[in-house]
C-alpha cells in the first residue's frame, strides 16, 4: 500500500480507539502483528497547544518499540488545526489525521467528530491547514450516509476531491449507528469509486471472510479497530490466512502475559496503579474473549484497585502460574 512517498509492506492498520490506542497497546499491536501503521487515541487540538506537555504524555508519546504511527486530531478550527499538526509533526508523527466521525455528544456539541461532517464546505480550509503544517501525510476519517435522510456521501466526496488529502478512512456506518447496525459496504465503495486517492476501509473486519468482504470494496487498505483489542497478533494472523498460509495464534497463558505486559505498560506511561487498572478494566473483556470463565474473570478484575491483586488475577483465570509451575 503506497501513501504519498511511502510503500508500506502491510496493508493492514490499526485504527484509533480513545481509552485503549495508547503507547503500550500500539507496541503489543507491533511487536506482535505488524500492522502498516497504528494510530493514537483522538487528542483535542486545544489541549495539545494550551495544555502542559507533561499531560499530554498519553497522547503524545510514542513508545519506543513501536512501528510507523498516525496522530488522530480533533477539532473545528483552522488555525487551532494547523499549529496541533505542527506540535504532533514534531513529536513525531509518521502521519496526521482529522477525525470527522466521531458521534459523542461532547465531541460534537464542539462542532467538531462527525458534526464536520454536515459541514463539507471546512473540509478544504482544514485539509490546507494541515498540509502546510506538515510534510507529513494527512488524511481524514468520516463516517456516511448509509440508510439515514443525510445525504452527504456526494458532497463530502466533492469536498475531499478539491482538497486532496493523501488518503482517506472511511468507517461504513452513519454516525447515529451503533456497532449492532451493520457495516454498509457499499458506502466504503462509493468512496472509492468517487476519489483518486487511496481509501481505506474501517468497520466490522475481524477475520479473513470480513476482511474480503472489506477489500471487496475495492479499498487499498482496512483499519481494524475493536478486534485487535486483546489480539495484537490478529494482523499477523490475517496476512497469513489471505496468503494460504497456517497461523497458530497463541495460548491462553501467553495471550496471560501480553495482558499483564500492557498493563505494566500503562502504569509506567499513567504514573500510577489506579489509573492503569482503570484503563486496563475497559479492555480486559478483549483480552478475556475465549477465556472458560471469562465473567468471572472481568467480574474479579474490576473489583482490583492495586496493581499486585490485578496480576495475581490475570494470573490465576490465564493460568500463568500453572505453567510456570510446570516449567
Ligand atoms: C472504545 C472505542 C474508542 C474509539 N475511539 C475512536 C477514536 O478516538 N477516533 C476514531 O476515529 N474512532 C474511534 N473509534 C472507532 C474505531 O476507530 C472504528 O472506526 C470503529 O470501531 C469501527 O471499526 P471496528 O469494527 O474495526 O471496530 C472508537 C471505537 C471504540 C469501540
Not at 506540535?87 to 466521531?102: E, M, P, Y
Not at 451493520?182 to 472509492?192: G, L, P, Q, R, S
Amino acid at each position: 500500500m503506497k501513501i504519498k512517498n511511502t510503500t508500506y509492506p502491510s496493508n493492514l492498520i490499526q485504527g484509533p480507539l480513545a481509552g485503549v490506542s495508547c503507547g503500550p497497546f500500539r507496541a503489543l499491536a507491533w511487536e506482535w502483528g505488524k500492522p502498516a501503521f497504528a494510530y493514537t487515541e483522538m487528542s483535542s487540538c486545544k489541549n495539545l497547544i494550551n495544555k502542559p506537555k507533561h499531560l499530554q504524555r498519553r497522547f503524545t508519546e510514542k513508545h519506543p518499540d513501536e512501528g510507523p504511527l498516525g496522530f488522530q486530531l480533533s477539532s473545528n478550527n483552522a488555525d487551532e488545526l494547523g499549529l496541533a499538526t505542527k506540535i504532533v509533526t514534531d513529536c513525531g508523527a509518521d502521519l496526521i489525521d482529522l477525525n470527522c466521525g466521531c458521534p459523542v455528544k461532547k465531541i460534537r456539541s464542539k462542532a467538531a467528530g462527525s458534526h464536520l461532517l454536515s459541514e463539507p464546505g471546512k473540509i478544504y480550509k482544514f485539509i490546507t491547514a494541515m498540509k502546510n503544517n506538515t510534510d507529513r501525510p494527512v488524511s481524514i476519517k468520516i463516517r456516511v450516509d448509509a440508510d439515514s435522510n443525510d445525504n452527504f456521501n456526494q458532497d463530502m466526496a466533492k469536498a475531499i476531491a478539491d482538497a486532496q488529502p493523501d488518503f482517506i478512512t472511511v468507517h461504513g456506518r452513519h454516525w447515529t449507528h451503533k456497532y449492532d447496525v451493520d457495516c454498509a459496504y457499499d458506502d466504503i465503495a462509493f468512496f472509492v469509486d468517487a476519489l483518486n486517492i487511496p481509501v481505506i476501509g474501517n468497520g466490522d473486519v475481524a477475520c479473513l471472510d470480513s476482511l474480503k468482504r472489506m477489500f471487496a470494496t475495492g479499498c487499498a487498505g482496512v483499519m481494524i479497530g475493536r478486534a485487535s483489542v486483546g489480539q495484537p497478533w490478529l494482523f499477523a494472523e490475517l496476512k497469513a490466512q489471505i496468503n494460504g498460509d497456517t497461523f497458530t495464534p497463541p495460548s491462553t497463558a501467553i495471550i496471560g502475559t501480553l495482558f499483564l505486559k500492557h498493563l505494566a505498560g500503562l502504569c509506567d506511561l499513567l504514573q500510577t496503579e489506579k489509573s492503569a487498572i482503570i484503563q486496563a478494566r475497559c479492555f480486559a473483556k478483549y483480552y478475556a474473549r475465549k477465556l472458560e470463565f471469562k465473567e468471572d474473570f472481568c467480574s474479579a478484575f474490576n473489583q482490583c484497585t492495586d496493581l499486585k491483586t490485578a496480576q495475581q488475577v490475570i494470573e490465576r483465570y490465564f493460568g500463568i502460574v500453572t505453567l510456570n509451575k510446570i516449567i
